[in-house]
């Protein structure tokens, strides 16, 4: 098994700036891709960004620019540095990632979420 706990949520201005983390920890095998996702009130879940184990990484359209999603695999941590945020930014964000177990099976996991409210 593998937890993902996320820190770093938070009330911040429009124009702020928060900084996510999602720590993994557990029987940590093999970490492959790993994303952040955001579900907001009455909207489905939306991928906002992913990266690959070697740091090859994708943004949704609307935050490009302004997010940027970053590993460190020898901390097992995955993080989001988001900048200029905006009111449409406010969601629970949560944490997302593909683990190669031993016996050589993939299985996803999935954090509890960090909230983000972005507002005056």
């Known amino acids: 098994q593998v937890q993902l706990v996320e820190s770093g949520g938070g009330l911040v201005q429009p124009g702020g700036s928060l900084r996510l983390s999602c720590a993994a920890s557990?029987?940590?095998?093999?970490?492959?891709?790993m994303a952040w996702y955001r579900q907001a009130p009455g909207k489905q879940r939306e991928l906002v960004a992913t990266?690959?184990?070697?740091?090859?990484?994708n943004y949704v359209d609307s935050v490009k620019g302004r997010f940027a999603i970053s590993r460190d695999n020898a901390k097992n941590t995955l993080y989001l540095q988001m900048n200029n945020l905006k009111p449409d930014d406010t969601a629970v964000y949560v944490c997302?990632?593909?683990?190669?177990?031993?016996?050589?099976?993939?299985?996803?996991?999935w954090g509890q979420g960090t909230q983000v409210t972005v507002s005056s």
């Open positions: 990266i690959t184990s070697a740091g090859s990484t």
């Open positions: 557990g029987s940590i095998f093999s970490l492959n891709a």
């Open positions: 997302h990632a593909v683990h190669q177990e031993r016996n050589g099976l993939w299985r996803i996991y």
